[in-house]
């Protein structure tokens, strides 16, 4: 098996590949190169800077290429929807950023309600100011989720156990396990709160003029998720007019393609906004944490066909959300069984969705078929009088 890791991975991350037998290529292609060359690797990894284009996935599908991974959350620089065609997975690394982003959603809340970067900027040009720069306190005020995922929840862990701060929540698919204490609409959420945080992903307009008018004037918007949730003319109006209070962001509809480029987005000539520079897996625990995960779940993928972290696949059987039916299969463990087993379900026009197997004893093994229609009892009966089956059990 071998991986290309077009975009770079930590060293922690390449131990893993080295340790599964996995040979990785960490040379960097350009577009031309990549599609002339990627149909000898068996697997992608990029970051945010290569762009998996139709074109890379078509080049890839004609030869090695069954899964690409993207070292982070977002997966906007993959064409999933062309590798689901070509049969190629797509998978993620969404849990080592976690920590990361929240913090720094955090840290542009603080930073926002203290006027923080605006003392510094002052300071380093040599002008003391003071007066015009008092700020707000977070601790007892409401913060609004817009989004309860992993990062939503730990924004509000820390937001709840640090500041004291009442913690409200909306997300699309409500969770109850979240941990989030008041689940509301999201038109509730942006009435009450004082910080709305947005953690939702995609390129959906979240946050729109509608929303914006429901929002408390004194309100600030803090956003680590997509620039393209909120209606960006929109804010800009609200902004400039003080129909929010301001908005700290990390996110843009535009980013600058390289290092140094110009910075031209228009919310920076309003001075209730803060800004970074899309920093929030820039750390380097995240980095390390994330090249970990990934190395794992591809490596895993590759070597044992699993799922997990999957975009464009269920994770489990249980995600696709149909109806199955268990058949349990004691067996020896020896060439053929599952051919002539495949074979009697299919001439009984069942369909097998998956098949999970494993050694139970020496020389025996236990397979658990997930099918899409219950076996009657004469099936059972077919599947006992195969050869080398030992017992079935539905």
């Given at each position: 098996m071998k991986v290309l890791l077009n975009d770079g991975l930590e060293k922690e991350g390449l131990s893993i590949f080295q340790q599964a037998g996995i040979e990785t290529d960490t040379k960097k292609r350009d577009a031309t190169q990549l599609v002339a060359e990627i149909s000898q690797f068996d697997a992608l990894v990029v970051r945010s800077a290569t762009k998996v284009t139709r074109e890379v996935i078509e080049a890839g599908a004609k030869g090695k290429l069954k899964i690409i991974g993207r070292a982070g959350v977002g997966f906007d620089n993959i064409d999933a929807a062309a590798a689901s065609e070509y049969g190629i997975v797509v998978k993620i690394a969404p849990f080592g950023s976690t920590n990361a982003v929240a913090e720094l959603a955090v840290g542009l809340m603080l930073a926002i309600s203290r006027n923080i970067p605006q003392?510094?900027?002052?300071?380093?040009?040599?002008?003391?100011?003071?007066?015009?720069?008092?700020?707000?306190?977070?601790?007892?005020?409401?913060?609004?989720?817009?989004?309860?995922?992993?990062?939503?929840?730990?924004?509000?862990?820390?937001?709840?156990?640090?500041?004291?701060?009442?913690?409200?929540?909306?997300?699309?698919?409500?969770?109850?396990?979240?941990?989030?204490?008041?689940?509301?609409?999201?038109?509730?959420?942006?009435?009450?709160?004082?910080?709305?945080?947005?953690?939702?992903?995609?390129?959906?307009?979240?946050?729109?003029?509608?929303?914006?008018?429901?929002?408390?004037?004194?309100?600030?918007?803090?956003?680590?998720?997509?620039?393209?949730?909120?209606?960006?003319?929109?804010?800009?109006?609200?902004?400039?007019?003080?129909?929010?209070?301001?908005?700290?962001?990390?996110?843009?509809?535009?980013?600058?393609?390289?290092?140094?480029?110009?910075?031209?987005?228009?919310?920076?000539?309003?001075?209730?906004?803060?800004?970074?520079?899309?920093?929030?897996?820039?750390?380097?625990?995240?980095?390390?944490?994330?090249?970990?995960?990934?190395?794992?779940?591809?490596?895993?993928?590759?070597?044992?066909?699993?799922?997990?972290?999957?975009?464009?696949?269920?994770?489990?059987?249980?995600?696709?959300?149909?109806?199955?039916?268990?058949?349990?299969?004691?067996?020896?463990?020896?060439?053929?069984?599952?051919?002539?087993?495949?074979?009697?379900?299919?001439?009984?026009?069942?369909?097998i969705r998956a098949n999970y197997s494993r050694q139970i004893n020496t020389g025996y093994a236990i397979s658990v078929y997930v099918l899409h229609h219950d076996v009657t009892s004469e099936i059972v009966a077919k599947l006992k009088a195969v050869p080398n089956v030992c017992d079935v059990k539905y």
């Open positions: 003392a510094h900027h002052s300071l380093k040009n040599g002008v003391w100011v003071k007066k015009k720069l008092g700020g707000r306190e977070l601790a007892y005020k409401t913060i609004g989720l817009i989004g309860c995922g992993r990062i939503g929840q730990k924004v509000a862990h820390i937001a709840d156990h640090g500041f004291g701060m009442d913690v409200i929540g909306y997300d699309i698919k409500p969770c109850p396990e979240s941990g989030i204490k008041f689940l509301a609409t999201k038109e509730e959420v942006l009435q009450q709160a004082d910080y709305v945080s947005v953690h939702t992903g995609g390129k959906d307009i979240i946050i729109g003029a509608k929303e914006l008018a429901l929002m408390k004037p004194t309100a600030y918007i803090i956003n680590t998720s997509r620039g393209n949730n909120i209606d960006q003319q929109a804010l800009y109006n609200a902004l400039k007019e003080g129909k929010i209070g301001g908005y700290a962001t990390d996110v843009y509809k535009e980013e600058p393609k390289v290092e140094n480029d110009l910075f031209t987005d228009k919310l920076k000539e309003l001075n209730n906004v803060v800004l970074s520079s899309h920093l929030g897996a820039s750390t380097m625990e995240a980095q390390r944490e994330t090249s970990t995960e990934m190395a794992r779940v591809l490596s895993s993928y590759l070597l044992g066909g699993d799922f997990t972290n999957a975009v464009n696949a269920g994770e489990s059987i249980e995600v696709e959300e149909n109806v199955v039916f268990t058949l349990f299969v004691h067996h020896k463990d020896v060439p053929g069984v599952f051919a002539n087993i495949d074979k009697v379900l299919a001439d009984s026009n069942i369909n």
